[in-house]
DNA sequence: AGTAAAATTGACCTGTTGGTAAATATTACA
DNA sequence: TGTAATATTTACCAACAGGTCAATTTTACT
C-alpha cells in the first residue's frame, strides 16, 4: 500500500469528486469524437484543464477512463427500453419510445457517438455489456411479439423494429455534422428536432403509403 | 524531378497498379475499423503484406490514403440516390431505393464503416464533398416533395425521410456487431438482410397502424 | 545481356504517447 | 498549529508513430 491511489480509497475527497468528474466530462468529448484509439491522454487532460499525470492519479489508465464512461452511458441509454409497457397502448408505447431515445440523441449526443465508436470499432471493449443487452431486446421483442398476436399492430420483426427505432433516433446524434450540413443552417435545434419527431412518427405508425382515412 | 513517385507518373506499371489496389484494400479494413487517428500506416502496410516505406512509396502520406478511399466511396455510395426517377411510381421509387441501400450495407459494409467514422469525428476532411452531398439530396427532396404535392404519397419532411433510410439501411453495415450479439448467433446473414429488407418494406410503406384492407 | 527505371528494404530521425518516479505543495483534521 | 494524507508538478522513459534517405534488388525494354 504505498500509493494509495485515490480512486481506490474508500472515502472519496471533495476534490477527488470534482477532479473525476471534471475528466469524465473531458473524456466524454474527446473519446466520443476521436474513438478511444485516436483520443490521447494529453487531450483529455487539456481539455480537464489538469496536467497529465494528475489525471493519471486519478484514473491509473487510459482504459479505466473509458470504462467508467461507457459503463454509466449504456445505463442511462437503455432506460427508455426498459419502460417499454407491456401493458400500455401499442402505438402509444412505442411512439413514446421512440421520442424519448430521439430526446436522448439530442440531450446526449456524444455519450451515442461515444457508443457509435465503439460498435463501429467492433465493440472489443463491450462484449459482455452486450450480452445483457440482448437479454433486454429479447425481453422487449417478446412485449412487442405479444402485441402482434394479439392484433394490437400491424405484422413486423421486433428485433428489427427496435433495430429500425435505434438507427432512426442515433442517427440525428452520431451523424450530426451530415444532418446539419444538408439541412439549411438556419434551422435551429429545436426545428431540426420536432421535425424529426413529426417525420418518424408518420414513418412508424403510418408509413408512407397514402392514407384513406 | 529527382523523385519520380510511382502515383504522379503517366503511366501506371502493371506493379503499381496491383499494389495500389492492395494498399486500399488493407487501409480501408484499417480506417474503417480504427478511424483515421486510430489507424496506423504500420498496420495498413502489414495488412497489404508490404513493408512501410515501400507502402508509403505509393502513397505519400496517411491523408492520401485516406482521401483515395473517401473519394471513390462517396461516388458509388450516393448512386442509388441519384437513381430515384422522378417519373417512377414513389413508393415503388422508394422502396427499391432502400432495397439498394441494404445491399450496399451488406456488401460493402467497410465502406460505410469508413464514412460513419468520418461522420463521428465531425466530417474533417471532407467538408466539400458534404455541399455536393447537400445539392443532391436537395434536389431528390424536390422530387419526393413534388410526389407528395400530387397526392402521390403520404405528406413527410422529405430531408427527414432520407435521413431515416440512410440511418436504418446503414445501420446493418455501422453497428453489426450489435445486431450480431442481439440477433441468435445462428442467423445467417443472408437470414439478417431479407428480415431486415422486408420490416424496412412493411415500416415505411405501412407503418405500424393495423392496416384496414 | 545490358541498362535505366521502378520497386523494395533497413536504418534512421523527430515528435508523440502512455505511463512512472520522486519531489513538492496543498488540504483536512486532531 | 502541526502533521499525515492527499494532490500536483517536473522531469523523465520506453515504445510507437509518421515519414525520410540511401542503398539494393527487381523489372521492363533494347
Not at 483529455?44 to 489525471?55: D, E
Not at 461507457?70 to 412505442?94: Q, S
Not at 413486423?156 to 444532418?179: E, G, M, R
Amino acid at each position: 500500500m504505498t500509493k494509495p491511489r485515490a480512486a481506490e480509497t474508500r472515502k472519496r475527497t471533495r476534490i477527488q469528486k470534482e477532479n473525476e468528474d471534471r475528466i469524465l466530462e473531458a473524456a466524454l468529448d474527446i473519446f466520443s469524437t476521436f474513438g478511444f484509439r485516436g483520443a490521447t491522454i494529453d487531450q483529455i487532460a487539456n481539455a480537464a484543464g489538469m496536467s497529465k499525470p494528475n489525471l493519471l492519479y486519478y484514473f491509473r489508465t487510459k482504459e479505466a477512463i473509458h470504462q467508467v464512461l461507457i459503463d454509466t452511458l449504456l445505463d442511462n441509454w437503455l432506460d427508455p427500453l426498459r419502460e417499454l409497457n407491456p401493458d400500455g397502448d401499442p402505438l402509444a408505447e412505442l411512439q413514446s419510445y421512440i421520442r424519448r431515445k430521439l430526446e436522448l440523441a439530442r440531450d446526449y449526443p456524444r455519450e451515442s457517438r461515444l457508443f457509435a465508436n465503439e460498435m463501429l470499432q467492433g465493440a472489443p471493449r463491450i462484449q459482455e455489456e452486450l450480452r445483457d443487452l440482448k437479454a433486454l431486446v429479447d425481453e422487449k421483442a417478446a412485449v412487442i411479439e405479444q402485441w402482434i398476436k394479439d392484433g394490437k399492430m400491424a405484422r413486423c420483426n421486433p428485433h428489427h423494429l427496435i433495430f429500425s427505432i435505434w438507427a432512426t433516433t442515433q442517427h440525428y446524434a452520431d451523424f450530426d455534422v451530415q444532418v446539419c450540413a444538408i439541412l439549411a443552417e438556419e434551422e435551429s435545434i429545436e426545428r431540426r428536432f420536432s421535425d424529426a419527431a413529426k417525420t418518424l412518427e408518420q414513418l412508424f405508425v403510418h408509413g408512407l403509403k397514402i392514407s384513406t382515412k
